[in-house]
C-alpha cells in the first residue's frame, strides 16, 4: 500500500461494486479503518480518542508505505505490524477488506483449497461503524439477519457447504464441521420461527443438540 491507494470494501457478499469500509494512510500518516456511508463516515480504528504513540504508531515518517511479504510479515511506515498465525514460508496470502468493516490476512490451505483467517483487525465486530444501530448498511442489516440466513439455508445452492460458508465467521472457515453446524444452524432458525408454537420446546432443543452432534 502506498499513499496514493487504498484497500477497499466490496458493497456486500454478491455486489461487488466499491463499497463502504477502507484501509488507508490518513493525512497524519498513519494507517487506519474508515466507514463511509450514504449519510456518515467516521475512522474506528485505531479507535476514536487513541493516541497515536498509545496505540504503538508515530506520525513522523511521511512516506506512507505498508509491506506483506511472503512468510506473513506486515509492517507499514506508521510503526504497525503483525505477522500471521502461520507465520512462514510456502503459503499463499491475501490482505482483504471485508465487507463487514473487518481487515483480514488470509492463508491458502492448498490441500483442502481453502482461504483461512491468519489475523484480522477487530476482535470485537461490534466496534466496526456502520455494522450495528441506526447506520447499519450492507445485505444482512438491511434484510434482517434472521430473514438472510434462512433465505441462504432455502436457496438452491447445488452444494450446501456453499450457503454455510458465506454464513459463518469466516475466522471459523475450514476449522468446523459444516454437517454439525448446518444442524445448529437449522435449530437456531426454527427457534426464532414467529409462530411460538412452532418453536421446538427447550427440552427438544437439548435433545437435539446432544443426540446427532456426537
Known amino acids: 500500500m502506498t499513499r496514493n491507494s487504498?484497500?477497499?470494501?466490496?458493497?456486500?457478499?454478491?455486489?461487488?461494486?466499491?463499497?463502504?469500509?477502507?484501509?488507508?494512510?490518513?493525512?497524519?500518516?498513519?494507517?487506519?479503518?474508515?466507514?463511509?456511508?450514504?449519510?456518515?463516515?467516521?475512522?474506528?480504528?485505531?479507535?476514536?480518542?487513541?493516541?497515536?504513540?498509545d496505540a504503538g504508531r508515530t506520525s513522523y515518517d511521511s512516506s506512507r508505505i505498508a509491506v506483506l511479504n511472503s512468510s506473513g510479515y506486515f509492517r507499514s511506515s506508521d510503526d504497525f505490524e503483525?505477522?500471521?498465525?502461520?507465520?512462514?514460508?510456502?503459503?499463499?496470502?491475501?490482505?482483504?477488506?471485508?465487507?463487514?468493516?473487518?481487515?483480514?490476512?488470509?492463508?491458502?490451505?492448498?490441500?483442502?483449497?481453502?482461504?483461512?483467517?491468519?489475523?484480522?483487525?477487530?476482535?470485537?465486530?461490534?466496534?466496526?461503524?456502520?455494522v450495528c444501530g441506526p447506520n447499519a448498511t450492507g445485505e444482512m442489516e438491511q434484510r434482517g439477519l434472521v430473514k438472510w440466513v434462512r433465505e441462504k439455508a432455502n436457496g438452491d445452492h447445488g452444494r450446501k457447504e456453499l450457503w454455510l460458508e458465506e454464513i459463518i465467521d469466516p475466522v471459523m472457515k475450514g476449522k468446523c464441521d459444516l454437517r454439525k453446524m448446518e444442524i445448529l444452524v437449522q435449530l437456531a432458525l426454527e427457534c426464532l420461527e414467529e409462530d411460538n408454537y412452532a418453536r421446538p420446546t427447550m427440552r427438544q432443543v437439548i435433545d437435539r443438540e446432544a443426540s446427532p452432534l456426537k
Open 82 to 130: 503483525f505477522q500471521a498465525s502461520d507465520y512462514g514460508t510456502g503459503a499463499w496470502r491475501r490482505l482483504k477488506m471485508d465487507v463487514d468493516g473487518n481487515v483480514r490476512l488470509y492463508s491458502l490451505d492448498e490441500e483442502k483449497r481453502i482461504w483461512s483467517v491468519s489475523w484480522q483487525a477487530m476482535s470485537q465486530p461490534s466496534k466496526i461503524h456502520g
Open 6 to 53: 487504498r484497500l477497499v470494501s466490496f458493497r456486500c457478499h454478491n455486489n461487488f461494486t466499491p463499497g463502504f469500509y477502507s484501509l488507508f494512510f490518513d493525512d497524519d500518516n498513519l494507517l487506519r479503518l474508515a466507514f463511509d456511508g450514504p449519510e456518515i463516515s467516521s475512522v474506528y480504528w485505531p479507535g476514536p480518542g487513541v493516541i497515536s504513540w
